[in-house]
């Protein structure tokens, strides 16, 4: 690892953790309705929205109330995105007039972006009209991220809530954090991508000149529009000339500031974060990195400031920068050190002043080894799934972090308000497992951990890895399934197992091989992150209400402190034991192999 | 459960056209206001008032006398920039050792008697199948060629090649890089460049 990585890495993480204070404490603000300036200047904005809507903000809601609101909302979004791709040929803002899209493809499309997943089974530039990027994808990419928002706080309020039999309102929670948090932080984030280059035109694709034409192979058609065989039966090849390019453009800043502060990730273009207009230069790849993990980190010193001790928020925030840190330690070096089977041809990896080296397939050179492989991880710990390197092409433990990330269960940061809520379900399992431990009852934050938040929290925890491991039994089994994949052996494998992580867990990111635009996937990846989503949110906003009607239990000489170093690895353990239970014998099929086949041949 | 149907309908119209018709126009005006050039691709302007394409988006380059760019995945052709792509080639893809095996040979072909080991950068697909740059080192590796395929002197192009390398942003984001579409066009236009006699 060189001197630039370790300093790269650092400003990252410092600038992240120096962030999480202010805004965190602006987000508590925001959601307990005290000044914060913009929720003063914008409240005839905000009083306007409700009175549109005709919902009354005073009114608050049981969590069951709040879990139909929720839910109902998600439904009419992704009914409305499902709508708007099927007739998006004939709908306005299409100047490369594409067609409408094929239902499978729209459903999973549909799914992904309601449920802040955003994987991208299509290819953007390719697919979607700019309308559907903006009215469809772009509001999913707002909305999704504030339901995720909405359920964490109403889990926070459940804490520090006593005998109440109300969470909230989802109406206010949802319009708080699109108006005051979300929609701020992306206009400015997309005018500074812009200034970095980042395209942001209702224009259609534009034209240019090349300096040197292309010539390539193209099979020749005979005039019944068949491909042309010659006497021994091979396809026909005639020369193409291309003199000129054609630049996808489009309204993309706007969208790609919100697929990262949302932790949505569902790119404007095919290769996202990768593409030079999404991602043009190392500065617009740092702040679209740093926004990645921004509001999920900041968010715990939030939690802190709304259970009325911070020391709680900073031990949840201490456990996930542990995690991380570690794992960017792991993963830059292993693709830093790149492919033994390309070393065996001679080529140079050795990282230089002059070269960034290592794995470089599939990365791009601006990023070089360091930012892209801290991106995949980061963009891993959060549920974030863009990418600004092709994961599929990773080295086999390199590529083993990011998917293993996901199937932590999205909690290292997470998704916006899911990531921490999904913490917190563990956390309140680590208690339980303590609370056996020591023969006492377990609390958490003043609270009672009885059995039924236990079977939510279970609940929380099992139904990933479900998903996950039953989706890719599943795909490994059907001949539909295996057809799809790029890459033969374990790296298939890997490529199957690493779709149903990013399904099951609401990451979105890909080893992109697999061609998972096909009726099958894109079905079977849209259930798996429907279950994900859903089944989660809902069982987390029941501990909510479960824990908003107990009483507060006073802390006493018997009770586990919660912001300790020793509860911290306590947390730590628990999201390690069961991610590390669950996907070990997995992995070792995959990446595992891969690795030793790799490295045993060279 | 009826009673949440108005308010989730009305919530959705209303933050539909907040996020995505308000929002997004909003952007595009300031950024089109205040960032032109960048907002609509980064065009390379030229005499003729013709763009010679995008300072962002990487051109494909084999004649000899041009430097070449990273090896682009893009389908059906090279840096097509209207549909991106990776070759997403695992890295124990016997494919993967073919196609740098073919461009270690393309490379050597062209360049007898460079026997200098090649910068991975040079034979490996970028992510994007879009990117403009490569290495300095993947830059020197190929001034000899080019000084032949030109007739110019050797020390005159490194030296050219170095004032088109752009360094780490801040002297620490990134890595250092050349913009290959902007160093062959800075070359064709080149007058200090004289051939050798």
Request: proline fraction near 6%.
């Amino acid at each position: 690892m060189t001197a630039n990585s370790l300093l790269q890495i650092t400003v990252y993480v410092l600038v992240l953790l120096a962030c999480a204070k202010p805004l965190g404490g602006y987000m508590a603000r925001i959601y307990e309705d005290r000044p914060a300036g913009l929720n003063r200047w914008l409240a005839p904005v905000e009083r306007l929205i409700y009175r549109l809507c005709s919902i009354n903000p005073a009114v608050e809601m049981r969590w069951t109330d709040y879990a139909v609101a929720l839910l109902l909302f998600n439904l009419l979004g992704l009914l409305a995105l499902f709508a708007l791709q099927r007739l998006q040929g004939v709908l306005p803002l299409n100047p490369q007039d594409l067609p409408g899209i094929s239902p499978d493809s729209a459903f999973n499309t549909a799914v992904s972006f309601a449920t802040n997943t955003n994987w991208q089974g299509y290819g953007g530039e390719t697919t979607m009209s700019y309308l559907t990027q903006m009215l469809g994808l772009t509001v999913q990419n707002f909305v999704s991220a504030a339901t995720g928002m909405a359920a964490l706080v109403a889990l926070t309020r459940g804490f520090a809530r006593r005998n109440a039999d109300t969470i909230g309102n989802f109406w206010v929670d949802l319009t708080r954090s699109t108006l005051y948090i979300l929609l701020p932080l992306a206009s400015v984030l997309a005018l500074v991508l812009v200034s970095q280059g980042v395209v942001q035109t209702f224009s259609p694709y534009r034209t240019v000149a090349l300096t040197q034409p292309v010539t390539y192979e193209q099979a020749k058609l005979g005039d019944d529009g068949q491909t042309l065989k010659d006497a021994a039966g091979n396809a026909v090849n005639e020369p193409v000339e291309v003199r000129e390019q054609t630049l996808a453009v489009g309204p993309a800043a706007s969208q790609i500031a919100i697929k990262q502060l949302g932790t949505n990730g569902g790119g404007f273009f095919n290769v996202n974060s990768a593409h030079p207009f999404e991602n043009p230069t190392p500065l617009s790849n740092f702040l679209e990195m740093l926004a990645i993990l921004l509001i999920p980190a900041a968010l715990c010193y939030t939690f802190g400031v709304m259970v009325r001790d911070t020391r709680q928020g900073w031990a949840i925030l201490a456990a996930m920068t542990v995690v991380f840190v570690t794992l960017i330690f792991v993963a830059v070096p292993l693709e830093q050190a790149g492919n033994p089977a390309l070393s065996a041809l001679g080529v140079d990896q050795q990282a230089q002043a002059a070269q960034p080296g290592g794995n470089m397939e599939g990365k791009e050179l601006r990023f070089g080894i360091t930012n892209s492989a801290l991106w995949a991880v980061a963009t891993t710990a959060a549920s974030n799934g863009s990418v600004n390197a092709m994961h599929d092409s990773f080295t086999p433990l390199g590529g083993m972090i990011p998917m293993w990330l996901m199937q932590l269960g999205e909690v290292i940061y997470g998704g916006v308000g899911s990531g921490l809520y999904g913490m917190i379900v563990f956390a309140i399992v680590a208690v339980f497992v303590a609370g056996l431990m020591i023969g006492r009852t377990p609390e958490y934050l003043g609270k009672k951990i009885e059995a039924y938040e236990v079977k939510m929290a279970s609940l929380v925890i099992l139904i990933p890895p479900f998903v996950v491991l039953v989706g890719t039994a599943v795909a490994v089994m059907v001949d539909v399934g295996k057809a799809s994949v790029a890459n033969a052996g374990a790296h298939g494998f890997s490529e199957i197992l690493y779709a149903f992580s990013s399904a099951g867990n609401n990451n979105g990111s890909a080893f992109a091989g697999l061609s998972a635009n096909t009726p099958f996937y894109n079905t079977a990846l849209g259930l798996a992150m429907l279950f994900a989503r859903y089944w989660l949110a809902v069982p987390t906003l029941a501990i909510a209400g479960a824990l908003a009607a107990k009483k507060v239990v006073p802390f006493g000489p018997g009770s586990l402190p919660t912001h300790t170093p020793l509860f911290v690895v306590l947390l730590i353990g628990t999201v390690l034991i069961v991610g590390a239970l669950a996907f070990l014998p997995v992995l070792a099929l995959g990446p595992v192999v891969e690795h030793l086949q790799l490295f045993g041949l060279h | 459960m009826y009673v949440h149907l108005k308010p989730a309908f009305l919530m959705l119209l209303v933050l539909t056209l907040l996020t995505g018709a308000v929002y997004p126009a909003a952007v595009t005006g300031l950024a089109q206001l205040f960032a032109a050039d960048q907002a609509n691709g980064s065009l390379i302007p030229s005499a003729d008032g013709d763009a010679r394409g995008s300072r962002l988006i990487g051109q494909a380059f084999s004649d000899g006398k041009y430097f070449w760019g990273r090896p682009s995945a893009t389908a059906p052709y090279p840096y097509n920039a209207a549909a991106s792509s990776g070759s997403n080639l695992g890295p124990s893809n016997p494919a993967l050792v073919q196609a740098v095996s073919a461009r270690i040979a393309a490379l050597r072909a062209t360049d007898t008697g460079n026997s200098a080991s090649i910068p991975v950068d040079l034979v490996t697909a970028s992510g994007s199948g879009l990117d403009p740059h490569i290495s300095p080192a993947a830059a020197a590796y190929q001034v000899p060629r080019v000084a032949k395929q030109r007739g110019l002197p050797v020390a005159a192009l490194q030296e050219f090649v170095e004032r088109h390398v752009e360094l780490r942003q801040f002297g620490i984001l990134g890595e250092a890089r050349v913009n290959v579409v902007e160093l062959n066009l800075a070359l064709d236009r080149s007058t200090s460049l004289k051939p050798v006699r």
